[in-house]
């Protein structure tokens, strides 16, 4: 009884925020409120799969990747502030169960039944990006050496949120231009206060760890997309052989990201306050992930069309592209990465990706009809990346620093 009158006195006790990742002196590891509140956008992610499942069409995919962009952008904006100024405290744990609220009417904004609607959409969005702002008012009151910071946060994500509120009331099409604007602000506000970032470092190992996290939920998706193909099927070969070549693309793509994953470029400091790398590392990460989304429908398409033998155009295309993109925003991400000891094994690695694009756009353009033939060359030029870097590496350890 003790025992858990403690654990209850503690959950209920208000922590004011102060700045982590100046007081931490060992790496930090996601809490467990991070993993859980990681949940919501593992729902309102596959919602925007089975909407992409639909309709592969140009409109579609670019309906996707602005749906994406912006639930990116608010799963970043809380990790970011969690990365400073989580406690962990009874006002945190409710706020944080709002905005995972609002993710969830986000989510079911953007279904196809009754409830689907920009207007809710918009709704949720404003009521999420309103908690950030209560968040970061916390910070100001209590953080006095941050307050510098945290002042133009209010300021830009503020004025993000009232134009995400006015949104609601704005017909459409005039909504999504409010949108896009309020996009920017908010996109734009990080970049205006870098130099006062500086002063407030990020933590090089929990961030990186966060954004790890995410791109692994990302590929969760695939990993259900291609059950999702094969669960309509009976256990032809054509099909089960798809499936294992879909595994084993979205295995070598986790195993591209992880093995050469390297997050100390987070962290800016004074001296660097005007460096791409940082924030060119951060942002990369949507590009990646969006594509990583729409590779798992890909491949749930591709399972199910190996079945009848017969691939329709936009489905190869989704395919082949997301990986293009995938490639393309890891090779960005290891050019941004340079700060490693070994700077020429991330411009290696980055050049083995870009070498790949060339051989997936013939792969694309080719047409082959037969959804197992695309599959097996996706997957052999994933492999061959791998190896290369394989190769790189081995070089590398062998030669002096």
């Known amino acids: 009884m003790t025992g858990n009158g403690s654990r209850r006195a503690r959950i209920a006790r208000i922590t004011p925020p102060r700045l982590q990742t100046l007081e931490q002196t060992r790496g930090r590891t996601a ?19 089975e909407r992409l499942h639909e309709d592969v069409s140009w409109s579609a995919v670019a309906s996707f990747a602005g749906y994406f962009a912006l639930l990116w952008w608010l799963w970043a904006s809380h ?27 986000i989510a079911a904004a953007l279904t196809s039944g ?42 830009g994500f503020g004025l993000a949120a009232v134009f995400w509120t006015a949104s609601i009331f704005i017909p459409e099409p005039g909504r999504f231009v409010v949108w896009a604007l309020a996009l920017t602000v908010d996109l734009a506000t ?51 052989l798809a499936a294992a070549c ?25 001296a660097d306050s005007r460096t791409w790398r940082p924030t060119a590392w951060i942002y990369t990460h949507l590009p990646l992930a ?22 329709d155009p936009g489905h190869r295309w989704l395919l082949v592209g997301a990986v293009m993109i995938a490639l393309s925003a890891m090779a960005l991400i290891q050019v941004a990465s340079l700060t490693h000891p070994k700077g020429s094994i991330n411009r290696a690695v980055a050049w083995n990706r870009l070498a790949a694009l060339p051989f997936l756009g013939l792969l694309g353009m080719l047409g082959d009809p037969r959804p197992l033939m695309v599959m097996l060359g996706v997957l052999g030029i994933c492999v061959a990346v791998l ?12 030669s002096p620093m």
């Open 31 to 49: 809490t467990w409120l991070e993993l859980f509140y990681d949940l919501a956008f593992v729902v309102v992610v596959a919602v925007l799969g």
């Open 79 to 105: 990790t970011f502030y969690a990365d400073r100024y989580d406690t962990d405290d009874l006002v945190y744990r409710l706020l944080a169960a709002a905005q995972m609220m609002a993710v969830l009417v």
């Open 114 to 155: 009754p409830a689907g609607s920009t207007m809710v959409f918009a709704l949720g969005y404003a009521l999420a990006r309103l908690v950030l702002v209560a968040m970061y008012a916390r910070v100001y009151r209590h953080v006095a050496e941050t307050r510098r910071l945290v002042a133009g946060y209010l300021l």
């Open 190 to 240: 990080p970049w205006v206060q870098r130099r006062q970032q500086a002063a407030v470092p990020l933590d090089v190992s929990h961030l990186p760890e966060r954004f790890g996290l995410f791109t692994i939920l990302v590929l969760g998706e695939s990993l259900a997309a291609v059950m999702a193909g094969l669960r309509r099927l009976d256990w032809a070969l054509g099909p089960v």
């Open 246 to 270: 879909g595994v084993g693309v979205a295995t070598a793509l986790w195993w591209m990201y992880f093995d050469n994953a390297e997050g100390s470029v987070v962290r800016r400091t004074d």
């Open 290 to 311: 969006a594509s990583l989304a729409a590779l798992g429908v890909a491949l749930g398409l591709t399972v199910a069309e190996a079945g009848i033998g017969v691939f």
């Open 387 to 398: 190896i290369a870097d394989m190769t790189a590496w081995d070089r590398a350890d062998r």
